[in-house]
């Protein structure tokens, strides 16, 4: 019998993607042998500010980054909805597509973990998909007492472990890059370079559309 498909999820403004959510991705993908980790770009984030890019120019960058590096795709879903991006919509409509039967994995950098009871009907997140949780070594956040019964009550200790489809939660140490989209867009507003930070082809589109340098 085929074991299920296993599918990885790395939602984010990607105001640009930088090498942190790439490694993390790649690295996902290989330790649990996914047959897909999609980045999954979203529109209107409903819990912080608008991007300052268009979701063209992110989605784009995007696009370059990923290029045909199997299992790595892109995903534009929540960039064809006219409505804010909830993950939870996302989920419940790959599930619609997939059936019950594959894992789903939400990758969440600690950040963004943190920051779950407040995105809507976060309690529901669970029912659609496992959640990994990425360290980020440049993070300061204090885990919310709501976090620390749900880990108590859903955490496993090896990602490997995860079982069933959805419905548990793990913590990925992988390589440790202290970078953020924020920390690259005051590096180029500071007329700085950001190479190596991001890959080549993303700087390229950066370089040619003129984006995040500071008005002159
Ligand atoms: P910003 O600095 O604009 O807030 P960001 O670098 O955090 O952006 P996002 O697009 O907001 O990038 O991140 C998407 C997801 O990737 C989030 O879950 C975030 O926690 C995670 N992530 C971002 N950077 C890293 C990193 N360096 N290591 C691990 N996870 C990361």
Known sequence: MSRPLRIGILGGTFDPVHIGHLRSALEVAELLELDEMRLVPCARPPHREAPNRSADHRLAMVRCAVGGQLPLRVDDRELRR????????????LRAELGPEPKLYLL??????????????????????????LQRPDADTELPEALRNLLAARSVADPRALSGSAGQIAFVWQTPLAVSATQIRQLLAAGRSVRF????SVLAYINTHGLYRAPH
């Open 82 to 93: 006219e409505k804010p991006s909830y993950t939870l919509d996302t989920l419940e409509s």
């Open 108 to 133: 969440l950098g600690w950040d963004a973990f943190c920051g779950l009871p407040s995105w809507h009907r976060w309690l529901e997140l669970l029912d659609h998909c496992h959640i990994l949780v």
């Open 197 to 200: 930070l991001v890959p080549d």
